[in-house]
């Protein structure tokens, strides 16, 4: 199975400033049939589903600019540029390359 | 608008057997691969287990913890997704997703079902 690690576990970070949550996987997530990595980012909010922010380097329809992800094989990383309230929540990180689709821990953001 | 809607859960002993449901709408759900996907109280997001679609052969594939345990199947006709449960464990415990997408992320998820295994 594909270990799927976040760091860090938590963060807490000022209103305006930027936030870094990076995931690794234990191997390569790269899938050779469409050659896309395949890593997903969800938002989850206290209460509420996870949501989808971020597939295979695509922001999702909605999602606003100051989110973005980056990475590549076995290394990626979620920013947000310039906090907001509505950003707190916990993020996760997946893999589809492979079953079982695992995911992070997750990453607990919260504002300082 | 699309939309999952889950039902099924409840409270339920050790050694129990549970389904749930997944109703879907607003999308063609026999063109997709369907996916449960759990939370236990406070933790973090578990992957279940996933039907394809029945032009790919409706094949499931399943996490370790439930393998054996945990039936997965699917009614085109009725635009339903189940999850049969057997001999449910305290671990079990969790809310239980349904969630499905038109790549390989999942796009649409359900509110959810809480499934509480205590004796």
């Known amino acids: 199975d594909i270990v799927m690690t976040q760091s860090p576990d938590s963060l807490a970070v000022s209103l305006g400033e930027r936030a870094t949550i990076n995931c690794k996987s234990s191997q390569s997530v790269l899938k050779s049939s469409s050659n896309k990595n395949c890593l997903a980012w969800y938002q989850q909010k206290p209460g509420q589903p996870p949501k989808l922010i971020y597939w295979?380097?695509t922001r999702e329809s909605g999602v606003p600019d100051r989110f973005s992800g980056s990475g590549s094989g076995t290394d990626f990383t979620l920013t947000i540029s310039s906090l907001q309230a509505e950003d707190v929540a916990v993020y996760y990180c997946q893999q589809c390359h492979s079953t079982p689709f695992t995911f992070g821990q997750g990453t607990k953001l919260e504002i300082k | 608008e699309a939309q999952l809607v889950e039902s099924g859960g409840g409270l339920i002993k050790p050694g129990g057997s549970l389904r749930l449901s997944c109703a879907a709408s607003?999308?063609?759900?026999?063109?997709?691969?369907m996916t449960w996907v759990r939370q236990a109280p406070g933790k973090g997001l578990e992957w279940v287990g996933r039907?394809?679609?029945?032009?790919?052969?409706?094949?499931?594939d399943y996490a370790a913890a439930v393998k054996g345990r945990f039936s997965i199947s699917r009614d085109d006709s009725k635009n339903t997704l189940y999850v049969q449960m057997n001999s449910l464990k305290v671990e079990d415990t969790a809310v239980y997703y349904c969630?499905?997408?038109?790549?390989?992320?999942?796009?649409?998820w359900g509110q959810g079902t809480m499934v509480t295994v205590s004796s």
């Open positions: 039907i394809k679609r029945k032009t790919d052969g409706a094949t499931t």
């Open positions: 607003g999308f063609s759900f026999r063109d997709v691969w």
């Open positions: 295979a380097s």
């Open positions: 969630t499905t997408g038109w790549t390989d992320a999942f796009e649409m």
